[in-house]
């Protein structure tokens, strides 16, 4: 009995009879296959329990098919029977995989069919496809018998293929190419050069120059060979060694007046195409005007910040020699630290790091040789954020409101302005805040003030590009557009008696505007803290007799304006002393009564007199008097 994992097929036959081990004495009994004997292992038992033996194999693996065989012997005699095991598994895998008749859209992938079937009929092959980019694997095809199948492809990519054979218990093993192949057709002889010319020479030198062939052979691999011949000569001279990749080439170490030709043939793994030829030419130095090819069209735009690149194309014979300059100024622009220039025998290439606005204008490109001169001009716009608005004014002030105006800036820097924002700031408490950041004018009414508060305003130009610096205003109170009256000149006293005085006054150099509707006269002694109100109501007229005086007492006066917006500051005091009964000496044609002849002395902080007035007539004034008094 023949066991295992898969279950193995077992057959015992001896001449068509079934046999079991039996015999006297009992028979020796030895197990083998393929002609190696077999003894317990890991995954083989082998059972003797005359007159039944049992050998199995655990866990049995493909490699465990083929012949086995028993065999008895004992002292009379020996027999044997065998049993033919098949261990079904998956196939092998497949052989010899080939991949022939590339093309640039398809290819042909022949193979081998496995070693080991894996014990049963193949049913069929899985082909399948990859780009060495990808991971994942495309079906070809998984279901033909055929060792043969058509792969389509996509031109100019690379691929890997792999087969696997399957039967009934599943597929087998992949094998795969070592290398990937290129969808391309098959190479051929590449195409002559394009367009060969002679683009440049001098006294000892040719430079050559053409295009790739239109028809590269299949392969992108080409190179070409240069030659050169003397007139009336019929050998070529190769002119380099190896092969040249450019399509470029400088001939030199030529004759100078001796005449010429070039040839030039391309090369790829193929072979080599047909030559191409120059006509002859007299090596010698050209004379030709420069010529400069500004690459820009129209206007160069940057931010500012940016870096300015302009190039310029450069022809002419001699080398030009090419200066850069701004704005018609002669200055070198190679001086500055931000500025680079570099020129070539073909370009010259302007570049100028960390623009600024001011570097805006006009740039002229000057090209200068043997044969003449060449100018061109690139116009370079530096945008950047707006300048300082002009002219800023608070106009229109009232109580609650006010007119601020300006002018747009000088410069708008580049673009359009698009809007004004507009702050304001009570000096009281220096915090700004944004009134408006959409003024399309250049005017704003600002409202909401707060009448007596002072305010500052400041304006800022804004475009695509940012906000510009602020421009402020001089502080402004708001208020209304009249004001209270100034204050008046110190009043003066014409008249005294006992108990009573004259007391005038001028108006306010300033009426604040409005006529003035009254006065408001003060009084206060000497030595009193407190200034007291002459009259109840406002004095219309510009002078008052003041009454209910106290003799020997000095008085201070004081008169403020007063119009529709208010009351005036008052006006320095005046003052006015009541010194007694005093002996005037030194005064002619005075009649002296007895006792004496009193007066009143009287000083104006104003102009500064003294008032002498006989008691109690008139009083007049004298600009110097001589006294010698008692007070009592």
Known sequence: IMRGVPVPTAKWVTDDTEIKPDGRPNPEITWSKDGKVLAEEKNVEILHDLPNVE????????????????????SCGQAQAFAVVNVLDRPGP????????????????????PADNGGSE???????????????????SSDITKRLVKANLIENREYF??????????????????????????????GEPE???????????????????????????????????????????????????????????????????????TKNEAGESNWVRTAEVVVKEDLQKPVLDLKLSGVLTVKAGDTIRIEAGVRGKPQPEVVWTKDKDATDLTRSPRISIETTSETSKFVLAKSRRTDGGKYVITATNAAGSFVAYATVIVLDKPGPVRNLKVTDISSDRCTVTWDPPEDDGGCEIQNYILEKCESKRMIWSTY??????NYAKVTRLIEGNEYIFRVRAENKMGTGPPTETHPIIAKT??????????????????????????????DGGKSITGYILEKKEKRSLRWVPVTKTPIPERRKKVTNLFPGHEYQFRVSAENEVGLGEPSFWMQAALLGFLPLLGVAQHQKSPGGEWVLIMLSEKDKLIW????????FPIQHVTTQANTH
């Open 55 to 74: 050998l199995q194999v655990k866990e049995a693996k493909r490699s465990d098919h083929g012949k086995y065989i028993i065999a008895a012997k004992n």
């Open 94 to 113: 497949c052989q010899n995989l080939k991949i022939s008749y590339v093309t640039k859209d398809s290819c042909m992938i022949a193979w081998e069919s």
């Open 122 to 140: 193949i049913t069929n092959y899985i082909v399948e496809y990859r780009q060495p980019n990808q991971r994942g694997w495309s079906i070809v």
């Open 161 to 190: 293929f792999r087969v696997c054979a399957e039967n009934k218990i599943g597929p087998g093993p992949c094998i795969e190419t070592k290398t990937p192949i290129l969808a391309i057709n098959p190479i051929d002889k590449p």
């Open 195 to 265: 367009n060969l010319h002679i683009a440049e020479k001098g006294k000892t030198f040719v430079y050559l120059k053409w295009r790739r062939p239109d028809y590269d052979g299949g392969s992108p691999n080409l190179s070409y060979h240069v030659e050169r011949k003397l007139k009336d000569s019929d050998e070529w001279e190769r002119v380099h060694k190896g092969s040249i990749k450019e399509t470029h080439y400088m001939v030199d170490k030529c004759v100078e007046n001796k005449t010429y030709q070039f040839r030039v043939q």
């Open 436 to 441: 408006s950041s959409s003024v399309l004018t």
């Open 481 to 510: 557009k009249y004001d209270r009256p100034g204050r008046p000149d110190p009043p003066d006293v014409t008249r005294v008696s006992k108990e009573e005085m004259t007391v005038v006054w001028n108006p306010p150099e300033y």
């Open 612 to 619: 002498l007035t006989r008691w109690p007539s008139v009083s």
